[in-house]
């Protein structure tokens, strides 16, 4: 593995060989500015009451981390599969008193088709991408991105849109046949990012110990692999030479987070492999990653930030009962875990009951009395099955929504380009707003 | 013309009379490629160089496998990222193709090895240049390995989310276990129930990822019209294109008969909402 000065030096020298062939590393951000100087698009920045936090990527460049105020960008895969993990971030901000809109105005990023299929070009991404950068846009909420290869896929986007005039131009045309602008955000922002940085309200707030805990982190790939210098570092962790997030909530909160061989691989999701060709898969992320994190590492968690890494190290386990290694080590996101420790409910809100392995002994160790939550989550369902109304995190969205992307006192690209007046700032849907 | 005036480099150094009748095997051990293949592979290796990623995303090769040795595929196929950055270097339509068949689809899209190359090179990014390129020519290779994604295929065009939680079902994902699949068997209850017990309303489905609002998916539907990706998948599933067609034009006279129903609340709205028309 590379030290820190190792890594720079690297850096420095792609950066010399990418000048000699015209690529080139630099800040994205600084050639935004001057597009959007020159009127050439839309930036949507960060704000005051946006609440930002400053944190450092690997590069040594300073990101801005929005805390309040905020667009949930949904993951496909995360919502059909493992709904525990937006409703686990949507319960955490309304405990710290944030403000969001959860929309069904949004598509997913659609890169998971991409990188599994082919199916798609770069400016069909491009475009889908300014879609639902767009729309954050017009409802004065910050995009803050659930998924990693979302995360990834946006920043190659902006990379791509800012650097390739032909692109923007595509993509704008598409855009204004629908009423929309090229707008793009002033940073791509993962939703773990926001975990990291609300470190001590979240901590403020634990209920449940979990000292004595043994976390073994899967770094998503699409996290830090895409577009690496725009990933956050954080000196604390692991010296700065692995990603901050998610090891840093982690440690925070008092766990072990312990060391593994294959920490560097990816968990064998694969895109198409996940679907298709799962003996992959399976055989991939069993023996590639859950076995060295409980063999290696005695781990009673395995912790991780993307969607298809959560879905591929739990739901492979399993069938390692064909091989005598049903290791059945649970797998959540940081948010899960972080909402477990936090006193949420493990089934109405972590949903821990979407995972294939269980998190009961997990919960028996962090002192959850999680026999008494499954008994109240039964009688929920009993209820549910009898008609009664769903407990929501959020009010319900009315009928003219599954329709109309509705405005919501939303900002409209001439009146932006026109006045640099402030909007008047419409109503979140998080209980925070009220 | 023939053949042979459109295969750059390796393929061009074939006599007129070796074109003409080539051997049934070649030294390779690959399948002897018909006329119409060699006549698809030049054009697939001339968009291939024309692709304005491609001098972006190739820049060159140490052949210090850096690359290989983080590569999750390489670890369960014939499959190496540092072979497939040296077809891409080379001028050879023939070994292009090949590639073409199979190895594209064993990579993972981690990225690993983009991170660890030295030299700077998008190997997943030309990969998936190539896979593009697989698609629009329709290849029967490509039919065969995407032959299972219709379903998602379907979700993704036409609501812009990849999956559902009803595509999860026991008998295909037997591999997942009793508590990934079955919850209805383990909870008694149904599938509907369990997504209702989701405290956020816009997931309480069971068709889609999560409710995705109409104009929403039409407007996605009109980024695929204009950026050729329902072309490219005409190409690929003309079938399935026809069906996502229809699926499209039904929403839109939905969208249509709603406008209407919504008039009133919808007579002060500014911006898109108020313009978009399907």
């Known amino acids: ?434 | 013309m023939s053949v042979v005036a459109h295969l750059p480099r390796r393929a061009q150094s074939l006599t007129e009379e070796e074109a003409e009748s080539p051997p049934a095997m070649e030294l390779t051990g690959r399948h002897r490629m018909s006329e119409d293949e060699r006549t698809v592979a030049a054009t697939i290796f001339d968009e291939f160089h024309a692709d304005p990623r491609y001098r972006e995303f190739v820049l060159g090769c140490l052949n210090c496998g850096e690359c290989t040795t983080g590569c999750p595929a390489a670890r369960f196929y014939d499959f190496s990222p540092r072979e497939m950055l040296q077809i891409a270097a080379t001028g050879d339509a023939t070994t292009l193709w090949d590639a073409l068949q199979e190895k594209i689809w064993a990579c993972c899209q981690c990225y690993t090895c983009n991170m660890r190359c030295r030299f700077g090179n998008d190997i997943a990014g030309i990969i998936s240049v190539m896979r593009e390129l697989s698609v629009i020519h329709g290849l029967e290779s490509t039919r065969r390995t995407l032959a299972p994604f219709g379903r998602s295929l379907t979700l993704l065009m036409t609501v812009g989310t990849q999956v559902s939680s009803d595509m999860i079902q026991p008998d295909f994902f037997r591999d997942w276990g009793p508590f990934a699949t079955g919850s209805d068997q383990v909870w008694q209850v149904t599938p509907e129930v369990m997504r209702k017990a989701i405290p956020l309303d816009v997931l309480q489905t069971t068709r889609s990822s999560w409710e995705v609002s109409v104009q929403t998916s039409l407007e996605l539907f009109r980024i695929y019209e204009e950026t050729g990706v329902l072309d490219m998948l005409r190409g690929l599933d003309p079938d399935l294109t026809e069906m996502l067609v229809d699926i499209v034009e039904e929403r839109r006279e939905e969208f249509a008969e709603a406008r209407e129903r919504f008039s009133s609340e919808l007579a002060g709205q500014r911006g898109p909402v108020a313009t978009f028309t399907g």
């Not at chain 1, 960008?73 to 944030?98: A, D, F, V």
């Not at chain 1, 840093?248 to 060709?277: K, M, N, P, Q």
């Not at chain 1, 076995?291 to 930030?305: F, G, L, Q």
């Not at chain 1, 369902?381 to 959020?394: M, T, V």
């Open chain 1, 1 to 434: 593995m590379l030290s820190a000065s190792e890594i720079r030096k690297v850096v420095e020298e792609r950066t010399l060989h990418q000048k000699g062939t015209g690529k080139k590393v630099v800040d994205v951000r600084e050639e935004m500015e001057r597009l959007e100087d020159r009127g050439e698009i839309l930036v949507h920045h960060i704000r005051p009451e946006n609440r930002p936090v400053a944190t450092t990527t690997l590069f040594g460049w300073t990101k801005q981390i929005p805390t309040d105020r905020l667009w949930h960008h949904k993951s496909c895969g995360q919502c059909g599969n493992i709904p525990g993990y937006p409703s686990s971030l949507l319960w955490l901000m309304n405990e710290t008193g944030r403000t969001y809109l959860n929309e069904p105005h949004q598509t997913s990023c659609t890169a998971w088709n991409y990188h599994g299929t082919a199916t798609s070009n770069p400016v069909a991404l491009a475009a889908v991408a300014a879609r639902n950068f767009h729309r954050a846009y017009e409802t004065d909420h910050f995009p803050l991105i659930h998924c990693g290869t979302s995360y990834g896929d946006y920043k190659e986007m902006r990379k791509l849109l800012v650097e390739n005039a032909a692109v923007r131009e595509k993509v704008r045309a598409v855009l204004r046949k629908m009423g929309r602008d090229l707008v793009l955000p002033e940073e791509i922002v993962h939703y773990s990012e926001w975990v990291h940085v609300m470190a001590p309200e979240i901590l403020a707030r634990q209920q449940h110990p979990v000292r004595g805990i043994i976390a073994t982190v899967h770094e998503p790939c699409h996290y830090y692999k895409m577009v690496p210098e725009d990933a956050i570092y954080d000196d604390r962790v692991y010296a700065g030479q692995r990603p901050a997030v998610p090891s840093g909530i982690l440690l925070e909160l008092g766990a072990t987070v312990a060391d593994y061989s294959t920490w560097y691989d990816c968990c064998g999701f694969g895109f198409r492999h996940i679907l298709s060709e799962r003996e992959f898969s399976r055989s991939f992320a069993n023996l590639r990653k859950i076995r060295p994190m409980v063999e290696e590492a005695h781990a009673d968690v395995a912790i991780t930030s993307d969607t298809g890494c959560v879905t591929t190290l739990d739901k492979s386990q399993w069938i390692g009962k064909a091989h005598g290694a049903a290791y059945m080590l649970p797998v959540l996101s940081d948010v899960q875990f972080v909402a477990l420790a936090l006193g949420a409910h493990p089934y109405k809100v972590a949903q821990v009951h979407w995972h294939a392995a269980s998190a009961e002994g997990l919960m028996t160790k962090m002192g959850i009395d999680w026999n008494r939550a499954k008994g109240e989550f039964q009688e929920y369902l009993r209820a549910l099955k009898d008609g009664a109304r769903p407990e929501l995190l959020h009010p319900a969205h009315g009928e003219i929504e599954q329709f109309f992307a509705i405005n919501k006192g939303q900002v409209l690209p001439d009146e932006a380009r026109a006045s640099t007046l402030n909007p008047t700032p419409p109503r979140s849907e998080g209980r925070g707003a009220d």
